[in-house]
C-alpha cells in the first residue's frame, strides 16, 4: 500500500509538472510554427505583388511596341502619299511643295519626340538662349552616345518655331533602309557611308547635295555628328589615337573627324560662298551651334528604353553655346584645331556635369544665357490632334484607293 501510495504521489507529481512542460513546449512549437507560417504567407504576398508587378511591366511594354509600330504604320504611308499626290505642286510652286513637305516633316519627327515624353522623360535646356538664331543658317554639332540622342535633339528642337520643317540630318547610311529612311530621303537628308575607300567620294557627293538639296530647298539647321559613331563603339580607338598624338585622352567624348564638318563649312562659309559667283541663291551659314547632350551618371537612353518604357525615366540635359561661322578658320589643320577645342569643353562640361548633376557656366558673349535649366515643354493637345490627322489622312487614303481598285478593275 505504502508502495502504490508513493507511486500515486509521484505520478500525481510528475504528470501536472510533465504535461505542463508539455503544454509549454506545444505553445512554443505553436508559435514557431505561426511565425513560420506568417513569414511563409509574407513571402508568398510579396513574390504574389512582385509577380504581378512584372507582369505589368510585361504589358506595358508589349503595349507600347504595339503602340508605336501601329504610329508608324499610320503616319510614314500617309506622309508619302500626301508627298506624291501633291507631286504636281512641285512643278508649279516648288516653294509651297517644300514648305507643306516641312510641315509634315515636322509632325513626323514630333511623333518621334513624343515618345519620350509620353514615356516619362524630361528634357532640360541649359547653356545660350538659341532662340534668336532659330531662322538663320546653322551648323550644329553634337556628341554622339547612343541611339536616344536623335529623339533627344527632336525634342528639344520641336518647340523652336520652324527649325524642324526646315531641318537637314547627316546620318549614317545604314539608316537609309530603315522605317524612317524613306521619310528622310524625300525630306533631303544625308546619308553618308563611312570608311577610308569612299572617303572622298562620300565628301564629294555631300558638297553637291548642300549646292542642290540644302540650299535649292531653303534648308537652315544642320545636324552633325562629328564623332561619326557613338562613344562606347569609338572611345577605345579614339584612346589609342590621342596617346600616340600626344592629344588629351578623352573619357566622354571622342576626338572628332573633320571630313563632313570641313566639306560644310568649306562650302557655306561666308568667304567661300562670296568667292563663288557662278552660284545663285546659296546662303552662307551664320552660326554654328555646339550642342552637348548629358545623361544622369553617363548612362545615355536608347530607342528601345522610348519605346518599350525599359527602366526608369531620366531627365536629359542639353547644353547649348553658340560661335559666329567666321570665328572657324578655313586652313584645314587650323579648323581640326578648332574643332577639337569645342570636344576638349565638351569633356569639361560632361566631367562637371557627371559629378554635380549640373553643367558648368563657360564664357561666351554670343548669346543671352539662359537664367536656369529651362524644361522643354510638350503641348499634348496638339500632339493628339495631329495623331487624328495622321489617323484621317490614312482613312482618306485607304478610301481613295479602294475607290480606284474598284473603278479600274470593276470584275
Given at each position: 500500500?505504502?508502495?502504490?501510495?508513493?507511486?500515486?504521489?509521484?505520478?500525481?507529481?510528475?504528470?501536472?509538472?510533465?504535461?505542463?512542460?508539455?503544454?509549454?513546449?506545444?505553445?512554443?512549437?505553436?508559435?514557431?510554427?505561426?511565425?513560420?507560417?506568417?513569414?511563409?504567407?509574407?513571402?508568398?504576398?510579396?513574390?504574389?505583388?512582385?509577380?504581378?508587378?512584372?507582369?505589368?511591366?510585361?504589358?506595358?511594354?508589349?503595349?507600347?511596341?504595339?503602340?508605336?509600330?501601329?504610329?508608324?504604320?499610320?503616319?510614314?504611308?500617309?506622309?508619302?502619299?500626301?508627298?506624291?499626290?501633291?507631286?504636281?505642286?512641285?512643278?508649279?510652286?516648288?516653294?509651297?511643295?517644300?514648305?507643306?513637305?516641312?510641315?509634315?516633316?515636322?509632325?513626323?519627327?514630333?511623333?518621334?519626340?513624343?515618345?519620350?515624353?509620353?514615356?516619362?522623360?524630361?528634357?532640360?535646356?541649359?547653356?545660350?538662349?538659341?532662340?534668336?538664331?532659330?531662322?538663320?543658317?546653322?551648323?550644329?554639332?553634337?556628341?554622339?552616345?547612343?541611339?536616344?540622342?536623335?529623339?533627344?535633339?527632336?525634342?528639344?528642337?520641336?518647340?523652336?518655331?520652324?527649325?524642324?520643317?526646315?531641318i537637314m540630318w547627316i546620318m549614317d547610311r545604314m539608316f537609309k533602309y530603315t522605317n524612317f529612311g524613306f521619310v528622310s530621303w524625300v525630306h533631303g537628308d544625308f546619308f553618308i557611308q563611312a570608311g577610308k575607300d569612299t572617303r572622298r567620294s562620300e565628301l564629294n557627293r555631300l558638297v553637291d547635295h548642300m549646292l542642290n538639296v540644302y540650299c535649292t530647298r531653303k534648308r537652315k539647321w544642320i545636324v552633325l555628328f562629328p564623332e561619326g559613331g557613338f562613344l562606347r563603339k569609338r572611345k577605345e580607338?579614339?584612346?589609342?589615337?590621342?596617346?600616340?598624338?600626344?592629344?588629351?585622352?578623352?573619357?566622354?567624348?571622342?576626338?572628332?573627324?573633320?571630313?563632313?564638318?570641313?566639306?560644310?563649312?568649306?562650302?557655306?562659309?561666308?568667304?567661300?560662298?562670296?568667292?563663288?559667283?557662278?552660284?545663285?541663291?546659296?546662303?552662307?551659314?551664320?552660326?554654328?551651334?555646339?550642342?552637348?547632350?548629358?545623361?544622369?551618371?553617363?548612362?545615355?537612353?536608347?530607342?528601345?528604353?522610348?519605346?518599350?518604357?525599359?527602366?526608369?525615366?531620366?531627365?536629359?540635359?542639353?547644353?547649348?553655346?553658340?560661335?559666329?561661322?567666321?570665328?572657324?578658320?578655313?586652313?584645314?589643320?587650323?579648323?581640326?584645331?578648332?574643332?577639337?577645342?569645342?570636344?576638349?569643353?565638351?569633356?569639361?562640361?560632361?566631367?562637371?556635369?557627371?559629378?554635380?548633376?549640373?553643367?558648368?557656366?563657360?564664357?561666351?558673349?554670343?548669346?543671352?544665357?539662359?537664367?536656369?535649366?529651362?524644361?522643354?515643354?510638350?503641348?499634348?493637345?496638339?500632339?493628339?490632334?495631329?495623331?487624328?490627322?495622321?489617323?484621317?489622312?490614312?482613312?482618306?487614303?485607304?478610301?481613295?484607293?479602294?475607290?480606284?481598285?474598284?473603278?479600274?478593275?470593276?470584275?
Amino acid at each position: 500500500m505504502e508502495t502504490e501510495r508513493r507511486l500515486k504521489n509521484a505520478t500525481d507529481h510528475f504528470f501536472p509538472v510533465a504535461c505542463g512542460a508539455h503544454v509549454h513546449r506545444l505553445d512554443a512549437t505553436s508559435a514557431v510554427t505561426s511565425s513560420a507560417r506568417a513569414e511563409r504567407h509574407s513571402a508568398v504576398v510579396t513574390a504574389a505583388e512582385m509577380n504581378e508587378i512584372g507582369v505589368w511591366y510585361v504589358l506595358r511594354s508589349v503595349l507600347r511596341v504595339l503602340f508605336v509600330l501601329s504610329n508608324n504604320i499610320y503616319c510614314i504611308p500617309t506622309y508619302g502619299v500626301w508627298m506624291f499626290l501633291l507631286l504636281p505642286l512641285l512643278h508649279f510652286n516648288p516653294a509651297l511643295y517644300w514648305c507643306v513637305e516641312g510641315y509634315a516633316f515636322r509632325a513626323l519627327l514630333l511623333m518621334v519626340a513624343a515618345w519620350g515624353w509620353t514615356a516619362g522623360y524630361r528634357y532640360y535646356e541649359v547653356g545660350e538662349d538659341m532662340s534668336s538664331c532659330c531662322d538663320q543658317e546653322c551648323l550644329v554639332l553634337a556628341n554622339h552616345q547612343s541611339t536616344g540622342d536623335v529623339p533627344s535633339l527632336m525634342a528639344a528642337f520641336q518647340n523652336k518655331t520652324t527649325v524642324l520643317d526646315d531641318i537637314m540630318w547627316i546620318m549614317d547610311r545604314m539608316f537609309k533602309y530603315t522605317n524612317f529612311g524613306f521619310v528622310s530621303w524625300v525630306h533631303g537628308d544625308f546619308f553618308i557611308q563611312a570608311g577610308k575607300d569612299t572617303r572622298r567620294s562620300e565628301l564629294n557627293r555631300l558638297v553637291d547635295h548642300m549646292l542642290n538639296v540644302y540650299c535649292t530647298r531653303k534648308r537652315k539647321w544642320i545636324v552633325l555628328f562629328p564623332e561619326g559613331g557613338f562613344l562606347r563603339k569609338r572611345k577605345e580607338s579614339s584612346q589609342r589615337y590621342a596617346k600616340k598624338n600626344d592629344l588629351p585622352v578623352l573619357e566622354h567624348v571622342t576626338i572628332p573627324r573633320i571630313g563632313a564638318f570641313h566639306a560644310i563649312v568649306n562650302t557655306l562659309h561666308p568667304n567661300r560662298v562670296r568667292a563663288k559667283d557662278s552660284i545663285d541663291k546659296v546662303e552662307p551659314l551664320k552660326w554654328i551651334i555646339d550642342v552637348t547632350i548629358g545623361y544622369p551618371k553617363g548612362e545615355p537612353i536608347g530607342l528601345d528604353s522610348l519605346i518599350c518604357m525599359l527602366g526608369e525615366p531620366k531627365d536629359v540635359h542639353l547644353h547649348y553655346r553658340r560661335f559666329p561661322i567666321e570665328d572657324v578658320p578655313l586652313n584645314e589643320n587650323d579648323m581640326m584645331s578648332w574643332l577639337c577645342d569645342r570636344f576638349n569643353e565638351k569633356e569639361v562640361l560632361l566631367k562637371e556635369f557627371y559629378r554635380t548633376g549640373s553643367f558648368p557656366v563657360l564664357p561666351n558673349a554670343n548669346g543671352r544665357l539662359l537664367d536656369a535649366p529651362h524644361p522643354v515643354v510638350f503641348d499634348n493637345g496638339y500632339i493628339v490632334v495631329m495623331h487624328l490627322v495622321f489617323l484621317l489622312s490614312s482613312l482618306f487614303h485607304w478610301w481613295l484607293l479602294s475607290w480606284l481598285y474598284a473603278l479600274l478593275w470593276p470584275f
